[in-house]
């Protein structure tokens, strides 16, 4: 018993050091696994928890203004207010949502939205109970909010436009990023509520204008709760851009172009190329477009005949007419087959071969000169001049003046018009050019197509011989108060100045000269005188027998078969500097033509454009406002 | 050689008794409670409630219970083995009957105060009944296989009861605190590899009984970073907030881990990886030392008993404890499977609290009668 109680002892201490031996080794185990874990691996699992929980997020940068030459914004932030709900916040949802209704209205159809965004959403997520609340609406939810647990007011900004469709194709638009935008490595674009530019300023210099994007480093929990901020880097808010545009001029330019119909003007600074104002009516509301169009808005939008969604200044591709004369002069003289004194004589109309070509005045000019030709018109002059001369010179000249090739203009969208050569014509149809075709060309119709902007330019280089380009943008930023611009060294375009002059005194004729095809139109003060041409385009063509039976009157052809009206100006003729364009789609509501409806307006742009130039304008008088106020 | 006169030394008085505990181990108890109180504290964000000031009442009330388990003669203890180790098993085929009918997964019984886990106490009734079994058992006995088959039963059918629940945790506690007290009862080595051997035919079978949870815990355990949101989330995100620890830990209440919420049971069986996170390698060692000496009490307990019976006890309460730890601080480390095994004073919990005290309770008392000697069967 007792060696039994013994040997039982001496067993039991044995197991139990081998035991207790076992679990010192097990306990140095788990030593080992937490110096492994705590010290070998505490970098690499530092990271980590630090990954769980900091959480990067985007901070979208205030997007840049768009302003004009004066600082006079055209695109802009404005705050918005939505109403949000935080469900866990809320205690009772129903009574909540009935105070909420109280006070702004809440349709069934919110409510329900509503509820079943607070049951697909993690409770602390925010829920949106409205979007775009009135400043009221905003500020009597605000002052309930102790009664409305869980009900705050998130303040976004939307762009907004203030001039709306009287800049909407220059400025353009900003709409959600669509797929195809998605191609770029800048983060931004994954944000949901972010807006790029689509169209005009707003798509051309979207890079400037969007800015980077700033990061807010915050910690969140194992739910995606965010706990607190730890660190922020604040973005570079987008560039302010400042366009060359005058805003009133703009607004005017787009008044007198809304009452046509549908039309075009282009105003430049020929000493700069500074587009003042670059007006295409009928257009669109641009807010509407950041805000998110309907689907009746679209259809609206794409179904009008007047297409509102067309820059007509830049996209719109129209026969120059008459207003092409001025190139085909100068290409004549240029080439020496005709001299400032050589006479043509106009019967009325034209023989080439067997066929006849017809000047707009049926009993003829009589024997002309140059300045005459250009004066009244006339197209049997050109026609003879342009024979003369060839279609190859005529288009290299106009290539000089900026026809034919988009002249660049940083907005997205410009055409390149046309301008034919024998080869041209060639390569495309693969019959030989004829020379009939030059006749037509020699005033500007045949395949001759050009863009308001492309004639703009044109008249800026022939008032000053220089390679004028039209800009936008302004490089130093908003003017001064002075407002002084000094003309800027543009190569020169090496036509003979005496060439130059002579043309320009034509054109002064038209407008200034009894007689002149757009004397009906001329300024009375001497000092703000423009000069120009006028232009009339077919758009169709006339058959002898049409001819035989006697032109219809203009309103008694359908719209769409009626005459573009089209005129060119300079002002003042003195010191030529501003010059327009303007087309006027089938002569407008008169159904008239260049001399009749497109004159006028060109003469009311310029004299405005001549007002707010600096050496007339009445000192003190602030830039402006003050004018766009009135007009 | 003693007459049979002196087997037994003078009764106690209760007060005697008292003053006769190890005042060293309940100072060592009381120091862990602490440290488990102060991790409940900072899992509530700072708040006492819901966790810390409960615990710590329950602590109180087992503190009551040691005592009173421990004044009780380890005669008592030594009679009453079968039949509390009976009344447990019973309630644990009552709360699986229960079950069974399809009163839901409850594993416990509310007795108000708290909810009783019959599983939880059968890890001392079990240690306990061993004990007892073995105590009357003399060298030639233990090596007849025969007399073996009673405690193996005993150890199997508990367990294979948990494992049903499905608690692989306590099943693995149960069969391994049995098979140490095997081996310190001197069970011949080879019966120990025998059994091995068959366990090891019988793992394929149990596979079978596995649910697919469990499935996934242990394919999981094997690589966890192949579904690091899925199963494998607990354990990879245990591992994170132990290691990011490192040397110092982030600091008290600091542990982002577990105060965003990225580790799952926090106040409960990961409350060490919490305590790892926040005091770092030298919190995790220093709670390690604290139960180490835990041990090392247990151990020298039994040895100064002069009964094999409170050698046993003393030894498989020692061996239960360091099971506790070892298991639920090897989870959290991911050294093995996720199991849910508490981490004895610290998770929050009645009935582990109450089963631990009740653990050293038994192990205060062998230390108090240690003097004490026992025949076979208890009777002097």
């Known amino acids: 018993m007792a060696n039994n109680d013994k040997t039982r002892s001496k067993l039991l201490t044995r197991r139990a050091a081998l035991l207790g031996g076992g679990q010192l080794l097990l306990l140095g185990t788990l030593a080992g696994r937490l110096y492994y874990l705590q010290v070998i691996q505490a970098d690499r699992y530092a990271m980590q928890a630090d990954e769980n929980r900091i959480n990067i997020r985007l901070l979208a940068p205030p997007r840049g203004r768009i302003v004009d030459r004066f600082g006079v914004p055209l695109a802009e932030n404005r705050p918005t207010y939505r109403a949000v709900l935080v469900a866990e916040q809320a205690g009772d949802l129903q009574s909540t949502l009935d105070a909420v209704a109280t006070l702004v209205p809440l349709s069934d159809n919110d409510r329900r939205r509503v509820l079943r965004d607070i049951r697909n959403k993690l409770s602390f997520v925010p829920v949106a109970l409205r979007e775009n609340l009135s400043w009221e609406e905003m500020a009597r939810i605000e002052v309930n909010t102790l009664e409305l647990p869980g009900v705050s007011i998130e303040r976004a900004l939307i762009r907004s436009y203030p001039f709306g469709e009287t800049s909407a194709h220059l400025v353009g638009y900003v709409a959600a990023v669509s797929e195809k935008d998605l191609s770029g490595d800048d983060p931004l674009l994954e944000l949901p509520d972010f807006r790029i530019g689509k169209s005009g300023v707003e798509k051309s210099y979207d890079l400037n204008l969007r800015g980077t994007a700033g990061t807010s480093q915050v910690e969140v929990n194992a739910f995606g709760r965010v706990v607190r901020e730890l660190a922020r880097e604040d973005g570079m808010p987008g560039q302010e851009m400042v366009l060359t545009l005058d805003m009133a001029l703009q607004a005017y330019a787009a008044k007198r172009c809304a009452a046509e119909q549908s039309a075009a003007a282009v105003v430049l600074d020929s000493w700069t190329g500074d587009v003042l104002a670059m007006a295409s009516m009928p257009a669109y509301d641009p807010s509407a477009f950041a805000a998110g169009l309907t689907g009746a808005q679209w259809k609206a939008l794409i179904e009008n005949p007047l297409n509102p969604l067309t820059d007509k200044a830049i996209s719109g591709s129209y026969p120059p007419g008459s207003t092409f004369k001025p190139i085909v002069a100068l290409a004549a003289l240029d080439a020496g087959v005709i001299t400032p004194d050589t006479h043509i004589f106009c019967p009325g109309h034209y023989e080439l071969g067997d066929a006849k070509f017809h000047c707009w005045k049926h009993d003829g000019h009589g024997s002309m000169v140059l300045r005459d030709g250009l004066k009244h018109s006339c197209d049997v002059f050109f026609f003879e001049t342009a024979r003369r001369t060839g279609i190859d010179r005529i288009a290299a000249m106009a290539k000089r003046f900026g026809l034919g090739a988009p002249i660049g203009i940083d907005i997205p969208g410009e055409r390149s018009g046309l301008i034919p050569t024998t080869g041209w014509k060639k390569a495309t149809t693969g019959i030989a050019w004829q020379q009939g075709e030059t006749l037509s060309a020699g005033i500007g119709q045949s395949y001759v197509l050009t863009t308001p902007l492309q004639l703009a330019t044109m008249v800026a280089r022939l008032a000053t011989g220089h390679e004028i380009v039209p800009r936008l943008v302004r490089e130093d930023g908003v003017m001064t108060q002075d407002g002084g611009t000094d003309r800027i060294e543009a190569p020169s375009l090496n036509i003979a100045a005496k060439d130059l002059k002579l043309v320009l005194e034509g054109m002064y004729a038209v407008v200034n000269e009894q007689g002149g095809t757009a004397y009906a139109a001329r300024v009375m003060d001497p000092a703000m005188a423009m000069g120009g041409k006028s232009g009339s385009a077919q758009v169709r063509h006339i058959t002898e027998a049409e001819r035989d039976r006697g032109l219809p009157k203009a309103l008694q052809v359908p719209w769409k078969d009626r005459d573009h009206a089209l005129f060119i100006a300079f002002a003042p003729v003195t010191n030529p500097r501003y010059v327009c364009a303007c087309v006027v789609e089938h002569g407008g509501a008169s159904g008239g033509g260049g001399s009749a409806v497109a004159a006028p307006i060109c003469r009311d742009i310029l004299l405005e454009a001549q007002k707010r130039d600096p050496v007339h304008r009445v000192p003190d008088q602030p830039y402006g406002s003050a004018t766009l106020a009135s007009g | ?380």
């Not at chain 2, 106490?121 to 025969?146: G, N, Q, W």
């Not at chain 2, 079978?205 to 996934?216: E, G, M, S, T």
């Not at chain 2, 390698?281 to 041990?295: E, S």
């Not at chain 2, 039994?302 to 046993?312: E, K, M, T, V, Y």
């Open chain 2, 1 to 380: 050689m003693h007459s049979a006169l002196d087997t037994s030394v003078p009764r106690q008085s209760i007060l005697l008794k008292l003053l006769s505990i190890n005042w060293g181990l309940l100072l060592l108890l009381s120091a862990i409670a602490c440290i488990g109180f102060a991790m409940l504290y900072s899992a509530a964000n700072g708040h006492w409630d819901p966790w810390a000031s409960k615990q710590a009442v329950r602590f109180g009330i087992s503190i009551v219970v040691m005592m009173a388990v421990a004044t009780v003669d380890l005669r008592f203890w030594l009679r009453s083995a079968y039949a509390i180790y009976a009344g447990t098993l019973l309630l644990l085929i009552a709360v699986e009957v229960k079950g069974a009918i399809g009163m839901g997964a409850q594993r416990w019984i509310d007795l108000g105060v708290i909810q009783l886990q019959p599983s939880e106490l059968m890890k001392i009734a079990c240690v306990l009944v061993l004990a007892r079994y073995f105590s009357t058992l003399t060298p030639d006995e233990i090596k007849r296989p025969l007399r073996l088959i009673p405690p193996a039963l005993m150890v199997f059918l508990p367990a294979g009861l948990v494992m049903k629940q499905p608690d692989l945790g306590t099943a693995m506690m149960l069969t391994l605190a049995g098979g140490a007290m095997f081996f310190l009862a001197g069970v011949r080595w080879w019966k120990f590899v025998v059994l091995l051997a068959a366990g090891g035919g019988i793992v394929p079978v149990a596979w079978r009984f596995l649910r697919d949870y469990q499935k996934n815990r242990i394919y999981t355990f094997l690589d966890p970073e192949n579904d690091p949101l899925g199963a494998g989330y607990h354990s990879l995100q245990s591992k994170i907030a132990i290691g990011s620890g490192g040397m110092f830990g982030k600091g008290f209440m600091n542990g982002s881990q577990a105060h965003l919420n990225f580790l799952p049971e926090k106040q409960t069986d990961f409350i060490f990886t919490m305590l790892a996170e926040e005091w770092g390698l030298m919190g995790g060692l220093v709670l390690l030392g604290l139960y180490t000496l835990i041990f090392i009490y247990g151990f020298a307990i039994a040895f100064r008993s002069r009964s094999h019976f409170g050698r046993l006890l003393a030894l498989g309460i020692t061996v239960n404890m360091f099971l506790y730890v070892f298991i639920n601080t090897a989870m959290v480390m991911g050294l093995i499977p996720v199991v849910g095994v508490p981490l004895p004073l610290i998770s929050y919990g009645g009935t582990a609290m109450l089963t631990v005290m009740f653990g050293f309770g038994l192990m205060m008392c062998v230390y108090v009668h240690r003097d004490t000697r026992l025949g076979r069967g208890g009777d002097e």
